[in-house]
C-alpha cells in the first residue's frame, strides 16, 4: 500500500512539473509572438518613415527648382513703378 501511495505521489508531482513546463512554454511562445508582432510594427514604421523622406525629398527637389526657376526670370512686374504709384493713391 506505501508503494501505491508513493507511486500516486510520484504520478502527481510528475504531473505538476509537465504542467507547469506546459505553462512556461506557452508563455515563451506567447513572447515570441509578441516580440514579433513588435518588430514587423517597427520595420513597417521605418519603411513608412523612409517613404516619407523620400516623398519629401522629391518635393524639395520641385520646390527648389520652382523657386530658382522663378528667381532666374526677369520680373514681370516693375515693383518700384508700382511701389510709387501706390503712395501716390494714398
Known amino acids: 500500500m506505501a508503494q501505491r501511495r508513493y507511486d500516486h505521489e510520484q504520478w502527481a508531482r510528475q504531473q505538476a512539473r509537465e504542467e507547469q513546463r506546459h505553462k512556461r512554454a506557452d508563455l515563451a511562445a506567447q513572447k515570441a509572438a509578441e516580440r514579433e508582432r513588435k518588430q514587423a510594427a517597427i ?46 493713391h494714398r
Open 43 to 88: 520595420e513597417a514604421g521605418r519603411a513608412q518613415a523612409e517613404q516619407r523622406n523620400q516623398s519629401n525629398a522629391d518635393k524639395l527637389l520641385r520646390l527648389t527648382s520652382i523657386l530658382q526657376r522663378g528667381l532666374d526670370r526677369r520680373a514681370a512686374i516693375d515693383l518700384a513703378r508700382f511701389a510709387g504709384t501706390t503712395s501716390r
